[in-house]
């Protein structure tokens, strides 16, 4: 494929671009099968054929020329030429493995240790009564703190039933439970995906799963012995600030940053080169619900500059990952390990038609547990440490079944063009449209704030969960190009111009 400068007018025919790690639909404009549920005071409804007021730019001029900034407009990306057959998900077999690696808070290997695999779907009493975690097996850590554990091929008939619950992927928890030489508690947990959907049951999470790198956790003392939970105040719903700074490694319960916090250090002693005991009689873990609530959380988001419109589908099923935010004190908190929620929310909702100058996320109610996680241990008194974790989609009382989430337009119009990698550049020809069916989400790293603490999200693309753009018939060119890569790959996000 050749790269041209000057403006395009229309792609050939309709198309259907699909590679090994996205499906992009090409084709004659039309309205996308997204469900509206919802309209806000700022912006219409799904279905609406109104448009909000611009938020990057002015409207096209009567010349129907789009705008651009004071400088040389920037040239065109490729023009997609021919597309090859679409491809089908590739089947996984054998049985599936889960690992990860600990070490000492210095970051030092962790060897020798046991870590414990108990089930993240376990049901939890709604009285908030303890129980005590089922255990799904053990690993011993190598001596560089990696461990790995291979699930049976056929899975008791719970942890199966939790797997299909969740669309062929059984979510672990991983933890460390062990006490350096003066009885301070020590502990860490991994939160880890297991792809136990195979053969002609292949998922596209299952198939996630498994290609899933290794977390390192570090573990810390723990040394509260009262339980903390969270204030009422932080039960108020946020909306969401898209931002392009990386999260903090530690964040206090507000969300905002925990720099100076070392997690290392209790009672004034550094634990981050101390070894727990190897060897002696192993601490018991129990948990329950401190609280649970409904936060509005962002999924996804859709771009339209120029004479475009976008829509954005989150249909009939969970399809992401969080980032599992973890604290051994209740005020200090980091993401550690990520978590898949696949499973069925009965609905389908998203918006359409929303455009020119438009670009904002897309926001569902997600029903969020703070976890108390108790552990027990031998001449110790019982400490606490803690974890935040999506349960499942979840209206609530009175509440809208979705909500627009922040303006992300800035990622749009020339000067994101002129900025953009030209490999990931592709022009979209007049009534056409492009659609992302496959593949994974950029990170949304502001995805919610739950319990006064940000997490992190990822969302995979499917058939029922797209990100779609339409041009219209202007007479300038309408370029788009991918957040991290070529149109006909696996680019995230489409940026629109």
């Not at 020798?112 to 850590?141: N, Q, R, W, Y």
């Not at 049951?201 to 899933?212: D, F, P, Y």
């Not at 000067?415 to 949304?444: C, D, E, F, H, W």
Request: charged share 15%; net charge negative; proline share 7%.
């Amino acid at each position: 494929m050749t790269k041209t400068s000057g403006r395009r007018l229309s792609l050939a025919t309709a198309l259907s671009v699909v590679a090994a790690s996205a499906v992009i639909g090409l084709g004659l404009s039309s309205p996308a099968n997204a469900v509206c549920t919802q309209s806000t005071s700022d912006s219409p409804g799904c279905g609406s054929t109104s448009s909000p007021s611009p938020t990057t730019s002015p409207s096209p001029s009567a010349t129907d020329v789009k705008p651009t900034d004071s400088a040389a407009p920037p040239s065109s990306g490729p023009t997609i030429t021919a597309a090859p057959s679409p491809s089908t998900l590739a089947p996984v077999s054998g049985a599936a493995t889960v690992k990860g690696v600990f070490t000492l808070g210095n970051g030092s290997p962790l060897a020798g240790a046991t870590v414990t695999l108990t089930p993240v779907d376990e049901a939890l009493p709604a009285d908030g009564s303890t129980i005590t975690p089922t255990t799904v097996g053990t690993a011993t850590t190598a001596a560089d703190g990696s461990w790995s554990f291979t699930l049976p091929s056929t899975l008791p008939s719970s942890l199966q039933t939790y797997a299909d619950d969740n669309g062929g992927v059984l979510s672990l928890e991983a933890s460390f439970y062990g006490q350096a030489p003066d009885g301070t508690v020590l502990t860490g947990t991994d939160y880890v995906d297991a792809g136990v959907a195979t053969g002609s049951a292949t998922t596209e999470g299952s198939a996630a799963a498994r290609a899933e790198a290794s977390d390192t956790v570090a573990i810390h003392p723990d040394t509260d012995e009262t339980q903390v939970t969270p204030a009422d105040s932080t039960l108020v719903d946020t909306a969401d600030t898209p931002s392009d700074t990386a999260m903090n490694t530690w964040q206090s319960a507000d969300g905002t940053s925990a720099a100076t916090f070392d997690p290392n250090v209790a009672d004034g002693v550094d634990y981050s080169a101390v070894k727990p005991k190897i060897g002696v009689p192993v601490c018991v873990p129990s948990k329950h619900v401190i609280r649970q609530h409904d936060y509005y959380t962002s999924v996804g988001e859709a771009h339209a500059y120029y004479d475009t419109t976008a829509a954005f589908e989150y249909n009939n099923t969970l399809s992401s990952t969080w980032g599992v935010a973890t604290s051994v004190d209740g005020e200090h908190w980091s993401i550690t390990g990520k978590v898949s929620r696949k499973s069925s929310t009965g609905h389908a909702v998203g918006f359409a038609n929303q455009g020119p100058y438009w670009a904002k996320r897309f926001q569902i109610p997600v029903e969020y547990q703070d976890v108390d996680h108790q552990v027990a241990c031998p001449n110790h008194k019982v400490t606490h440490s803690y974890s935040i974790l999506p349960v499942k989609y979840d209206i609530p009382a009175g509440g809208a079944v979705s909500k627009y989430g922040g303006d992300v337009s800035n990622k749009d119009g020339a000067s994101a063009y002129r900025n953009s990698n030209p490999s990931y550049r592709a022009v979209l020809g007049k009534k056409q449209y492009v659609t992302i069916t496959s593949g994974t989400s950029i990170t949304i790293g502001y995805a919610a704030k739950v319990f006064g603490v940000t997490i992190s999200l990822d969302t995979e693309y499917g058939n029922s969960h797209f990100q779609k753009i339409t041009a219209g018939s202007g007479s300038s060119e309408h370029d788009i190009w991918g957040a991290k890569g070529k149109i006909s790959g696996n680019p995230g996000v489409i940026y629109s111009f």
